[in-house]
């Protein structure tokens, strides 16, 4: 008698859990691989910047850091699909290095370079390899840290009320927002940002996705950013053949910022494997202190950002083992980091903002793009073939996530009644966070820990005024307990 043959039952993109085909999986996960690229690697290439790791004098641990750096986000991702124990939240959530810590970051490397110079810290390397050194220190340290702090979630849920969560949310998204529109210009550290060249190819894809997205149907609907992005990567290498690639700015030559250089991907090795501890830890309080409180930061951001994707892609709200498994990811996920030489990893609030508009949430579909961020971590080529993406390509896209994280956050605001006390709560939170973000110059007397830790994105602010307000102030009479 003939044997059956089994035949595979598949899930939905909607679903959680559940496999889906290798054919639909595969360009889900990989439109969230792109929708990040450019960040996981921009705060390396900043520190690396002000520790003068450049690639004349430092060329073999400068790729190093940035192969580790694609490496360590699709393992710390993996772990946040698929726990280890009480690590990971089982959600789509999608791990990478940290931008948050950027300001902080290049303070301690320029005290600690400073610290060097004058004789105050004795080493005998390079000024610029100890402060990098120091750092990864800290972020060891300041890892385990935020994972004490993810113990503690449960006993101080009852702190963040939706008012709370989705004010932090719509903080996040709020601060994205100039983000978004930095990449959309090509990025403000190129000559050309904001020319029309930059604009244009931005639009082109905002409008690609909008089309695809609502007038698409079934899988090619839910991959309208990839295709989006794709088909901006395919203009831009036209634009680059067909048009003049340089352009004079007062006497001075400068080359387009969003031609595609391929000689970067000519130039990548076909495989390598990561470095262990490229650069040797330094323990030095200047620069854990500082770190301790940024990592608390972070904490608060990985709690609305898991908060963002349950709404978001679940319709509901997280809960405390979720929640606790997320920060507990993201602070050993930022210790595992500093093994390899990478700064912090967090949550990734543009990969939110994705799983808002797809509503795509199957952990198989995104742990395929946490596999191709390890190929690319093992095989430099390929994500060479990503990392050269114009910025105003992902900015076409990027204005659409981040705003939809704003959108994510009113969601969790609304579940209550907006109140006077709630919108009391909602409006100042996000009055002082969202103002001291957006001009964190009010803040040029202040100490530099501190104008670096509430001028930076404003998340903090907004954070500890509500929560405080939401503490202080009286529940309405309609709120009120019988």
């Not at 004795?122 to 972020?139: D, F, H, K, L, P």
Request: aromatic share 8%.
């Amino acid at each position: 008698m003939a044997k059956e043959k089994k035949t595979t039952v598949y899930s939905t993109p909607y679903d959680l859990d559940g496999r889906l085909p290798l054919r639909q999986a595969i360009p889900l996960g990989l439109q969230h691989v792109l929708a990040m690229f450019v960040g996981n690697l921009t705060p390396l290439l900043s520190v690396m910047a002000i520790c003068g790791i450049t690639l004349q004098d430092y060329a073999a641990l400068r790729i190093s850091l940035l192969q580790n750096a694609m490496l360590v986000a699709g393992l710390v991702t993996l772990v946040q699909l698929f726990p280890i124990g009480p690590i990971g939240s089982r959600l789509p959530i999608v791990m990478g290095t940290s931008s948050g810590f950027i300001g902080m970051n290049n303070s301690i490397a320029a005290s600690m370079m400073a610290g060097v110079a004058a004789g105050t810290i004795s080493t005998s390397v390079e000024a610029g390899i100890y402060a990098y050194g120091a750092i990864m220190g800290a972020c060891l340290i300041g890892g385990f840290w935020e994972g004490a702090l993810g113990l503690c979630i449960k006993p101080l849920r009852k702190f963040l009320p939706p008012v709370v969560t989705g004010t932090v949310v719509m903080a996040i998204g709020l601060s994205l927002l100039s983000v978004g529109i930095n990449f959309f210009g090509g990025g403000n550290s190129n000559p050309d940002f904001g020319s029309t060249t930059n604009l244009v190819l931005g639009l082109f894809v905002l409008v690609v996705i909008i089309c695809v997205k609502h007038f698409g149907k079934g899988l090619v609907s839910q991959m309208a950013i990839l295709i989006g992005i794709i088909a901006g990567y395919i203009v831009a290498t036209v634009m680059g053949f067909v048009l003049p690639t340089t352009y004079t700015v007062d006497g001075v030559e400068y080359t387009y910022s969003w031609v595609v250089q391929w000689s970067q991907v000519a130039d990548a090795a076909w495989f390598s494997l990561p470095s262990l501890i490229p650069v040797a830890y330094q323990f030095n309080i200047s620069a854990i202190l500082p770190m301790l409180i940024m990592f608390v930061v972070t904490a608060v951001e990985t709690v609305g950002d898991t908060a963002g994707v349950t709404e978001g892609g679940l319709g509901r709200e997280p809960s405390d083992k979720e929640l606790a498994g997320s920060v507990l990811c993201d602070g050993i996920g930022s210790a595992f980091a500093s093994l390899f030489g990478v700064l912090p990893n967090t949550s990734f609030s543009q990969n939110v903002g994705l799983v808002g508009i797809t509503k795509v949430v199957n952990r198989f579909a995104v742990a395929c793009g946490a596999i191709f961020l390890v190929i690319c971590g093992l095989f430099p080529k390929v994500g060479a073939i990503v990392s050269i993406m114009p910025q105003s390509v992902l900015g076409g896209a990027a204005v659409m996530m981040f705003a939809s994280i704003v959108i994510s956050g009113i969601n969790l605001i609304t579940k209550e009644p907006l109140t006077g006390r709630n919108t009391t709560i909602v409006a100042i939170a996000l009055g002082l966070g969202y103002g001291l973000g957006s001009h964190s110059t009010a803040l040029q007397f202040m100490p530099s820990f501190i104008s670096n830790l509430f001028g930076e994105s404003g998340i903090v602010p907004a954070f500890l005024v509500a929560v405080i307000l939401n503490l202080v102030l009286p529940k309405d009479v309609d709120q009120i307990e019988p």
